[in-house]
């Protein structure tokens, strides 16, 4: 294995995950044979079932009357209930089959991360730095971000007792501000405890006075504390990047705006403008983006280029991202393998109506997403700039509404931002494409203990 102190291991995990494929490869035999015949006829139903579903979801989604939506939903709930059905038959019929084959989906896809993740911390021009605690840490908490998370788990006395100060946000004060006025006083690293969209505030002040920055996940999403590896679950053990390794990632910026995630103009801010948005988001959805999947509501009238030149004078959704994200399945994004990669990754979405967007969707979750008049995507390292015919463009900012006056000039700081993990905080295993035949023979090299080259 080239000098790969985990050689040995890696070895049997591919092994392991070989004979997982194994065991499914059994499993689905048994189910075929358990079914009687059963089998393809539950396929075909299920896949007929889901494209009726998201058929009648879709509609349900975007009309108007109320008689219309009701309908779509039970015709929904029948072919959900007859595919239940089937699957309760075959399911009895072929138990063993079924067990066997859930084992073995399940294995595969941990024994194969095993095999082909990372053995030790990640290298690269954001490499961890030895941990040099900081002497007067300070953290911003935010008593309401995540209905409360903060309070419900004690965490501004957890950090006082930590020997941490803390401030607790009130209405009215200003994060940057307070993060400022910390930092004269004396404070040499700066953390936010709370969601997304407070992050960027306290972390141009850390970039600037070029003190670490330290993300504790209480709100509600935290997309940023998921990309950097933090268990969004369990916020109170963040507080131990106070005293972790450092690491330095990419930021990026919008005019004078720093964002950590993403920038969202068009209709995805639109939605976050809404007063309505924090306390019902599925509601305010409802309310705002049918009328712009129809084509009722104009696009966004704006201008841009990519590297080759080509020109972008409308969009439905121009999200601007802090490097790239993956396309996951049938969501539009999904994490970012890195952040100290140094591009923007530009996204338009152009679809005008529901069907084109529905077709998109479709694309992307059988990973067949080209660019096309809908959709295009690209990363740059250098910068983007949107011209608009308007004083104030909404727009999202790490989910958080604001207004931006044009012209826009969006780029990235390479590893400009100094974080703090936890010493605990072990390597994100790699993404493997399971379904993937070039894992299948990445697998089989690892297992016959040839070097494992880059996939």
Not at 133 to 157: C, D, H, I, T
Not at 197 to 205: E, I
Not at 356 to 385: M, N
Not at 419 to 424: D, N, R
Request: hydrophobic letters at 50%; one cysteine or more; proline letters at 6%.
């Amino acid at each position: 294995m080239g000098g790969d102190p985990g050689g040995a291991a890696r070895r049997w995990w591919a092994r392991a995950a070989l004979a997982a494929l194994l065991v499914m490869a059994g499993g689905l035999a048994l189910v075929a044979v358990g079914s009687d015949g059963g089998l393809f006829a539950l396929v075909v139903g299920a896949v007929l079932g889901l494209a009726v579903v998201a058929a009648t979801g879709w509609w349900a989604f975007t009309t108007r009357r109320v008689w219309k939506r009701r309908l779509n939903l039970a015709v929904a709930a029948l072919v959900v209930a007859y595919v239940l059905l089937d699957l309760v038959v075959v399911g009895l019929q072929g138990a063993v089959g079924v067990l066997v084959l859930t084992a073995g989906v399940l294995g595969y896809g941990a024994t194969a991360r095993r095999a082909l993740g990372p053995v030790a911390a990640p290298t690269g021009p954001g490499e961890s730095a030895p941990a040099i605690p900081p002497a007067r840490p300070w953290l911003l908490v935010n008593p309401r971000s995540g209905g409360g998370k903060a309070e419900r788990l004690g965490l501004a006395a957890a950090a006082r007792a930590r020997g941490i100060q803390v401030h607790e946000l009130v209405p009215g004060d200003d994060p940057a501000t307070l993060a400022r006025q910390a930092v004269a006083a004396g404070a040499d690293a700066v953390g936010v405890a709370g969601g997304d969209g407070s992050l960027g505030l306290v972390a141009a002040v850390a970039v600037e006075a070029d003190v670490p920055f330290v993300c504790v996940p209480s709100g509600t999403r935290n997309h940023f504390a998921a990309d950097l590896g933090l268990d969004r679950a369990d916020p109170l053990a963040a507080l131990d990047a106070f005293a972790g390794p450092e690491r330095r990632i990419d930021v990026g910026v919008v005019g004078e705006r720093m964002f950590m995630n993403n920038v969202s103009l068009g209709a995805y801010a639109e939605l976050v403008a809404e007063p309505r948005y924090r306390a019902g988001k599925l509601t305010t959805a409802h309310a705002v983006l049918p009328g712009a999947l129809r084509g009722e509501r104009a696009l966004l009238q704006v201008a841009f280029q990519d590297p080759q030149g080509r020109r972008y004078q409308d969009v439905l959704v121009l999200l601007v991202a802090n490097n790239g994200y993956e396309l996951q399945g049938a969501a539009v994004l999904g994490a970012r393998e890195r952040l100290d990669g140094g591009v923007l990754q530009i996204s338009a979405l152009r679809a005008r109506t529901g069907a084109e967007l529905a077709g998109l969707v479709a694309r992307i979750a059988a990973r067949r997403s080209r660019a096309g008049p809908e959709w295009a995507q690209w990363t740059t390292t250098t910068t983007l700039r949107v011209d608009a015919d308007l004083a104030d463009l909404p727009a999202g900012i790490d989910g958080e509404a604001v207004t931006l006056a044009p012209p826009l000039e969006f780029r990235v700081l390479p590893l400009a931002l100094r974080v703090l993990l936890p010493p605990a905080l072990r390597p994100r295993a790699a993404r493997v494409g399971l379904r993937s035949w070039a894992t299948v023979r990445r697998l089989w090299a690892v297992a016959a203990g040839r070097a494992l080259g880059p996939g």
